[in-house]
């Protein structure tokens, strides 16, 4: 199996921020190869773009959480670094869909899931989450799923 392009791109960004001596970016390139090899060990086969996607999504996440408690601690040196990694991995996610795009494809997503009640939230979330392909998350997902099931 052949390794996913931005697997690649991000192997082959490493290399450009060794040879830069750019150690901040370095450190977080590393730290996105080991969480993909991680993955790809453990699943013992190689990850497509998605999987790949969802590896940076999940490294973003903590990324995010540890931002929020470097920023209740006051800890201004910390709440850089984590703005400058979310920078840095942002860079390699697809662009995320915008309010309007996610309303639009959640109301289509109910129309072909057939949706009526919030009973029926669990499927319409499975399916915008599959069609979005990574360029939304639950989070900001779950509240629109929510006010149209609502309605």
């Known amino acids: 199996m052949s390794k996913s392009e931005l ?34 060990i453990d699943t013992r086969e ?14 973003l996440k903590k990324v995010k959480d540890s931002l929020s408690g470097a920023r209740d601690s006051g800890r201004e040196e910390l709440v850089a670094k984590a703005e400058a990694e979310m920078a840095i991995v942002q860079a390699y996610l697809p662009a995320e869909l915008d309010d309007a795009e996610l309303e639009t494809l959640v109301r289509e997503t109910i129309a072909e899931t057939g949706a009526a009640s919030m009973k029926d939230m669990g499927l319409v979330m499975k399916a915008v989450l599959a069609k979005a392909g990574g360029r939304v998350d639950g989070g900001r997902a779950g509240p629109v799923v929510k006010s149209l099931l609502s309605q």
């Open 7 to 40: 697997a690649t791109r991000i192997q082959q960004d490493t290399i450009v921020a060794m040879k830069a001596k750019d150690k901040e970016r370095l450190t977080v390139m590393r730290m996105l190869q080991a969480a993909i090899k991680q993955i790809e």
């Open 46 to 59: 190689d990850l497509d773009e998605d999987g790949v996607v969802k590896v940076l999504q999940s490294y």
